[in-house]
């Protein structure tokens, strides 16, 4: 392992031992992930086992029932908006952009928590206003340009196409200036080639030193994307690893797509067999 | 002509007052969708505490100088109005915040009417209608054939000036652009680091601000106030946000001016004289509400996923 690898261990986020109980449904039973700094995290499992619930546990949009989630090291504030401002910023399986907002308003609610203004002189303008309102704009367009969406920042959001609404909801995440990204589905409904856009972005984004959850139907994204994957099923974590062992695990391909054909024909030839020597 | 033209200026001074008033109803309900029905009092209790500043803060030494008392009594009346519409929203509809919309409605009037009669009760002899000072320059400013006395040419400008700043501070400015976040989709912009309460109480402060600054001017234009002028011109400033659209800035003046200049006209041309200026407003209310549900300038239907 080299040095860089050895730094990159420090874990940034954890959760432990998470349950989440809504009256009498368990939604989540003691799970538990963990995030090292630098790294790309896949959360992958069938509808309703609990995925985006977990995303609403680490953005204190839900407060576990049990267990704690902890953000280096200190507990998760229960404010969704002090969760932001710790470092954690999320984008949506459905897309909730600010409808009639522009894409650059977008991205600058994104700045809200890192700037300042006073409330005098956001209503005159002064100088210190400007400076700050112009190094928010820049910062903004920065991150437009980095998500690959340019010449549309006028335009009002809900009119862009699908694919670049998933992108700007994560340049409004990332203006948030956060430790750690969860992305809910990014590629949701794209094609083949936005895909491979989307991974190459969450790579880049990894690169900047923002560590990364990702939620995701797709395995083949995930574990082509992912350094471990955990597969949620049911509200509990059923297995987790490298890409390799998860995909490799019986348990996650008959959780996933049933038992393998192969599998089951085995299954029958052995129960066969068997019939057989209890017949003989 | 002249008369057409003194109706309009006439029209336009009501605009401009009721254009401040429903520019708090207008963004109370953008952000948390409450009619407030109370917003009208906040008008009411600013008038009252300028009133209340001349009376009891200036020395009479200073009193005619409208350049000290006026200034003076739109602090009052501005500080008056803000800490009663924070109260009021920190006590009446915050407990209300996730209630059936139907329940802050029924609050707002309790506090209208609990606000007009607190005025009644403990504000000295105001069971009867008050003499208002005419702080501001006792004279008629006369445009051609036209005369407007200059407290209601005053009330134009200062309520063109505000609606302006408003709207450059909703439009540019980092608690506005949280403001429109928050009336767009209240829980993403939790998710994005803006704190709802905040951004609702600043709404409130803009509002009463608007309505204190009003109240003081309306005062010194028509020189006697009691507690129900609140109740009156409120219902206009509603009907006008509603006009105009609810939940839009722009709509909101625009509303307001057309309502003025309907009271103003209807109650000149119109059969049956001021006695039924008031048909007038409703009529076209209604009219604009058949064919226009969402109002002159409202979004229609808002679409949420």
Redesign the interface.
């Known amino acids: 392992m080299s040095a860089a690898q050895h730094r990159a261990a420090d874990t940034v986020l954890e959760a432990s031992g998470v349950t989440m109980i809504f009256g009498g449904l368990t939604a989540l039973n003691d799970v538990s992930i963990r995030l090292e700094e630098g790294r790309i995290v896949g959360l992958i499992g069938p509808n309703g086992a609990g995925k985006t619930t977990l995303f609403n546990c680490l953005?204190g949009?839900y407060t576990p029932t049990r267990g704690s989630v902890r953000l280096r090291g200190k507990s998760l504030p229960s404010?969704?908006?002090k969760v932001?401002?710790a470092g954690i910023?999320?984008t949506?399986q459905?897309?909730?952009?600010?409808?009639?907002?522009t894409v650059l308003?977008n991205v600058?609610?994104?700045?809200?928590?890192r700037?300042k203004?006073g409330?005098i002189a956001?209503?005159?303008?002064g100088p210190v206003?400007r400076k700050g309102?112009a190094a928010?704009r820049a910062k903004s367009r920065e991150l437009l340009e980095f998500v690959g969406l340019r010449g549309v920042e006028t335009e009002v959001a809900r009119n862009l196409p699908y694919g670049d609404q998933r992108r700007l909801e994560i340049a409004?995440a990332l203006a948030?200036e956060p430790e750690v990204l969860l992305l809910d589905e990014p590629t949701a409904g794209m094609n083949p080639q936005e895909t491979e856009a989307a991974r190459q972005l969450i790579f880049r984004i990894r690169d900047t030193g923002v560590s990364v959850v990702v939620i995701e139907h797709d395995t083949k994204f995930i574990f082509s994307l992912c350094d471990t994957v955990s597969v949620l099923v049911q509200g509990e974590v059923l297995v987790e690893g490298s890409p390799e062992t998860v995909r490799d695990d019986p348990r996650v391909i008959e959780a996933y797509l049933g038992k393998p054909r192969e599998e089951v024909e085995a299954d029958v030839a052995e129960a066969a067999a068997q019939q057989q020597r209890e017949d003989s | 002509m002249t008369t057409l033209l003194q109706q309009i200026a006439n029209g336009l001074v009501l605009g401009a007052t009721i254009g401040l008033i429903a520019l708090g109803y207008t963004m109370v309900y953008g952000i948390i969708q409450l009619i407030n029905f109370a917003h009208g009092e906040v008008f009411m209790v600013g008038a009252f505490g300028g009133l209340a500043v001349y009376r009891w803060v200036l020395p009479e030494s200073v009193r005619g100088d409208w350049y000290i008392s006026l200034p003076a009594m739109l602090v009052g009346g501005v500080v008056v109005a803000v800490v009663i519409a924070v109260l009021m929203e920190r006590f009446a509809y915050r407990p209300l915040r996730n209630a059936p919309r139907l329940a802050p409605l029924i609050t707002a009037l309790g506090v209208s009417v609990a606000l007009q009669e607190a005025i009644r009760l403990w504000f000295p002899n105001a069971d009867a209608a008050q003499p208002f000072p005419r702080v501001f320059i006792d004279a008629q400013v006369r445009l051609g054939d036209v005369s407007i006395p200059a407290s209601g040419l005053l009330l134009i400008v200062v309520s063109v000036i505000l609606a302006v700043?408003l709207q450059?501070?909703i439009s540019?400015?980092?608690?506005?652009?949280?403001m429109?976040?928050t009336s767009?989709?209240r829980?993403?912009?939790?998710?994005?680091?803006?704190?709802?309460d905040r951004v609702i109480v600043l709404t409130f402060v803009l509002g009463a601000t608007l309505a204190g600054i009003a109240g003081v001017l309306y005062g010194s234009f028509i020189t006697n106030v009691d507690n129900s002028i609140g109740f009156q011109n409120g219902i206009f400033a509603f009907t006008a946000a509603v006009l105009g659209g609810i939940g839009s800035l722009r709509g909101a003046v625009i509303g307001a001016f057309i309502i003025g200049l309907i009271k103003s006209l209807g109650g000149q041309y119109m059969p049956g004289g001021t006695q039924y200026d008031y048909v007038w407003i409703f009529v076209v209310l209604i009219l604009v509400l058949v064919f226009r549900p969402q109002g002159l300038f409202g979004?229609a239907e808002r679409?949420r996923?």
Request: charged fraction near 25%; glycine fraction near 4%.
């Open positions: 953005t949009l404010d969704p908006a932001t401002s910023a999320r949506f459905n897309i909730r952009l600010f409808p009639n907002m308003e600058l609610v994104g700045r809200h928590i700037m203004q409330p956001s209503v005159f303008h206003f309102e928010a409004r948030t | 700043l450059t501070y540019r400015s980092r608690m506005g652009r949280a429109r976040a767009q989709d829980d993403t912009a939790r998710l994005m680091g803006v704190n709802p979004e679409v996923a």
